[in-house]
């Protein structure tokens, strides 16, 4: 009967020095402080944000991270489709231009380049 408790102490002390061991290799299991309103753990500007942003945006790593492999590959993904939507912007905003200024130039047929018949108010 003694033996048997020895070697159930010993099985106990073994378990308890595993246990700590994975408690200070991965941490304990709190969760992180939340951030403050309005800030992020990355860098990118305020305003608009371009393929080129996205490229250069890299996330800090931990021991319990992720596959950088990816996360790499949405982030060319999002920059790609970022540019393709930033170009489509700009033709359409290029050709809206061109289509005012082609509307300016022609000569309304009552004068008014308002349309609205004339009146004034």
């Known amino acids: 009967m003694g033996t048997a408790l020895i070697y159930l102490f010993v099985v106990v002390l073994v378990a308890a020095a595993f246990f700590g061991v994975a408690a200070f290799v991965f ?3 709190e969760e992180l402080a939340p951030l403050a ?3 992020t753990p990355t860098r990118l500007p305020s305003g608009e944000i371009a393929g080129e942003h996205v490229r250069e945006l890299r996330f800090p790593q931990a021991v319990r991270g992720y596959r950088m492999t ?3 590959w949405v982030l060319d993904r999002l920059a790609e489709e970022l ?3 930033g ?6 905003l290029g050709r809206v231009a061109e289509l005012e200024d082609a509307r300016a ?5 009552s ?3 308002r349309g609205l018949g004339g009146s004034a108010s």
């Open 87 to 92: 170009a489509e912007r700009d033709g359409l």
């Open 37 to 39: 309103p309005d800030a």
């Open 83 to 85: 540019d393709r939507i």
């Open 105 to 109: 130039r022609q000569p309304s047929p």
């Open 70 to 72: 990816e996360v790499d």
């Open 111 to 113: 004068g008014d380049d």
């Open 27 to 29: 941490g304990r299991g």
